[in-house]
């Protein structure tokens, strides 16, 4: 067995079908459009709670600055 980035990589009699199947669901444009808005929709949500954060803690900050006198 080869191991691979700390996982076991196993042969699989099937990789050929596989391969074949996932070139067609990338040839497939209305399959492909699906995984995009998804890809996207993810991406949005991810950025939108990094930013979130990222203001709450600077919010954060700024209120404890303005109250801290020493």
């Given at each position: 067995?080869?191991?691979v980035?700390?996982?076991?990589?196993?042969r699989?009699?099937d990789?050929?079908?596989?391969?074949r199947?996932l070139i067609?669901?990338v040839k497939?444009?209305?399959?492909?459009?699906?995984?995009e808005y998804?890809?996207a929709?993810g991406?949005?949500?991810a950025?939108?709670?990094v930013a979130a954060?990222?203001l709450r803690?600077?919010?954060a900050?700024?209120?404890?600055?303005m109250?801290?006198?020493?």
């Amino acid at each position: 067995m080869k191991t691979v980035m700390g996982g076991v990589l196993a042969r699989a009699p099937d990789l050929g079908r596989l391969t074949r199947a996932l070139i067609a669901l990338v040839k497939d444009e209305r399959g492909l459009t699906t995984v995009e808005y998804s890809a996207a929709g993810g991406v949005l949500s991810a950025m939108i709670f990094v930013a979130a954060s990222a203001l709450r803690d600077a919010q954060a900050e700024a209120v404890a600055s303005m109250f801290d006198h020493d």
